[in-house]
T-cell receptor, first 117, second 109 residues
Framework: GAVVSQHPSRVICKSGTSVKIECRSL??????MFWYRQFPKQSLMLMAT?????????EQGVEKDKFLINHASLTLSTLTVTSAHPEDSSFYIC?????????????FGPGTRLTVL | GQNIDQPTEMTATEGAIVQINCTYQ??????LFWYQQHAGEAPTFLSY??LDGLEEKGRFSSFLSRSKGYSYLLLKELQMKDSASYLC??????????WGAGTKLIIKP
């Protein structure tokens, strides 16, 4: 149980285009989903926290107009990287907290590798 | 299917040594990560092993045996601040991260 999927697993796009990444909790409902960015062999950097039905809370330094987060249902959150640039190339990972659990409990997705040319 | 197993919870005493095991079955292997996650915080990178053997970094060491699908994280001279969840994650042949459920480590004085 407690499986989180991400789609796509990898994406290559041209500079200036927008890319949408989906995060789904497959066998549980998630009140809270987290979006992280990981640079090679480094810690996960929390970008934003999203709660179903409300606006996401962004961490300091993360541009909310560039990284659009929508948490439309209890099983789906999307991250859209708008007007992507090469410096946005990274590994994006989401995690989800089951309904009723504290945010200490997070199940992680497999990640989406974004390459911007 | 792909699977990572690690104990759910462990308890140890301040000043002691604890070993957290992780076994994995994945489609391919491109390295194994250990992360530390304190409650309410993002996971912090601890180690990355891709070759067999032991890598030591101060009080923390990580061991990998690819033939056995096994890794462990060794924490020495435990401090209260080491109380956290420890996550094991494997990068598979598609460079996707397969995560363990995490081991909650409780340190007692």
């Amino acid at each position: 149980g407690a499986v989180v999927s991400q789609h796509p697993s990898r994406v290559i796009c041209k500079s200036g285009t927008s890319v949408k990444i989906e995060c789904r909790s497959l066998d549980f409902q998630a009140t809270t989903m987290f979006w992280y960015r990981q640079f090679p062999k480094q810690s996960l950097m929390l970008m934003a926290t999203s709660n179903e039905g409300s606006k996401a809370t962004y961490e300091q330094g993360v541009e909310k107009d560039k990284f659009l987060i929508n948490h439309a249902s209890l099983t789906l959150s999307t991250l859209t990287v708008t007007s992507a640039h090469p410096e946005d190339s990274s590994f994006y990972i989401c995690s989800a907290t089951p309904l009723g659990a504290s945010t200490d409990t997070q199940y992680f997705g497999p990640g989406t590798r974004l390459t911007v040319l | 299917g792909q699977n990572i197993d690690q104990p759910t919870e462990m308890t140890a005493t301040e000043g002691a040594i604890v070993q957290i095991n992780c076994t994995y079955q994945t489609s391919g292997f491109n390295g194994l990560f250990w992360y530390q996650q304190h409650a309410g915080e993002a996971p912090t990178f601890l180690s990355y092993n891709v070759l067999d053997g032991l890598e030591e970094k101060g009080r923390f060491s990580s061991f990998l045996s690819r033939s056995k699908g096994y890794s462990y994280l060794l924490l020495k001279e435990l401090q209260m601040k080491d109380s956290a969840s420890y996550l094991c994650a494997v990068l598979d042949s598609n460079y996707q991260l397969i995560w363990g459920a995490g081991t909650k480590l409780i340190i007692k004085p």
